[in-house]
């Protein structure tokens, strides 16, 4: 009773969300960046490079050796980011919830996760194409109610339509200020990604990107700063969605340690 009591007063916090988001990261940079690069950044910048080198440029099209390997090197891209995405709610989770944030226990989460993870992305993705094919509006709609379903999926081993209906159901009630927190989302991602730009100019120029745009080659700068771009955008983005998770989960559910202290109080 007292956690009900407790959940009614709270109030969804767009502040705590992007609190327990960088907390989370400056508690446990490591691991949070860790498993960004190496599962996330590292392996779409191995499938970027492949695809503009100049062997795979000028054979690509009629070589079906290279197709084969280049859509072998994607779909394992595919794969390491959906580990990504399912380690880093993991983490984040467990650091939310006053546990012990392992690397190796979140990238086997992660691991357990990425087929299902698959699955829920395709429908995800069409639901929300479906909605926006409708004049835009419905599709954004579906997505503030969809938002959370990925750490719904992680952490609760609901199935992919369970986690729909979870999110569907923790939203209920914030969705204006998880609009207002998704588009604080999207600042951060153009901020990140207009550094970026400026850096990439700075360390190659203008014309070795344009060489680059030609397929003739990236070079270890532009490797180096695209690598560094995926990592902060995957570790900083992911880890504000799984707080917006935990945020939604403690406002509607009462905090994991409360209800610790209801059962054994």
């Known amino acids: 009773m007292a956690t009900i009591a407790a959940a ?3 109030r969804m916090s767009i ?5 327990r988001a960088f907390a989370t990261i400056g508690a446990n940079p490591l691991t949070m960046f860790g498993i960004s690069f190496l599962f996330g950044a590292l392996p779409s910048v191995i499938l970027k490079a492949l695809l503009q080198s100049p062997r795979a440029t000028q054979t690509l099209p009629f070589d079906s050796t290279t197709l084969l ?3 072998g090197v994607a779909l394992l891209t595919l794969a390491f980011n959906f580990l990504a995405q399912g380690a880093l709610v993991r983490a984040t989770v467990a650091y939310s919830d ?3 944030v392992g690397f190796a226990e979140s990238a086997l989460a992660g691991l357990r996760k990425i087929l299902p993870l698959f699955g829920l992305a395709i429908l995800l993705g069409l639901i929300v194409i479906f909605g926006l094919a409708l004049l835009i509006v419905p599709g954004v709609i579906l997505y503030v109610i969809l938002s959370v379903a990925t750490p719904a999926l992680v952490e609760e081993n609901s199935g992919i339509f369970g986690a729909f209906g979870r999110s569907a159901a923790l939203t209920k009630g914030a969705r204006w200020n998880i609009f207002a927190l998704e588009l604080v989302v999207l600042v951060i991602y153009w901020i990140i990604s207009a550094v970026v730009g400026v850096l990439f100019l700075a360390l190659i120029g203008f014309q070795n990107l344009a060489n680059a745009a030609q397929g003739q080659g990236l070079s270890i700068g532009l490797i180096a700063v695209s690598a560094v771009s995926s990592t902060l955008v995957i570790t900083i983005i992911s880890t504000i969605q799984t707080s917006l998770y935990v945020e939604l989960r403690n406002w509607k559910d ?12």
């Open 69 to 71: 390997l280049t859509a």
């Open 254 to 265: 009462g905090p994991a340690a409360e209800a610790l202290t209801d059962i054994f109080g």
């Open 15 to 19: 502040g705590r969300v992007f609190n």
């Open 8 to 10: 009614s007063d709270r």
């Open 98 to 100: 006053g546990q012990p």
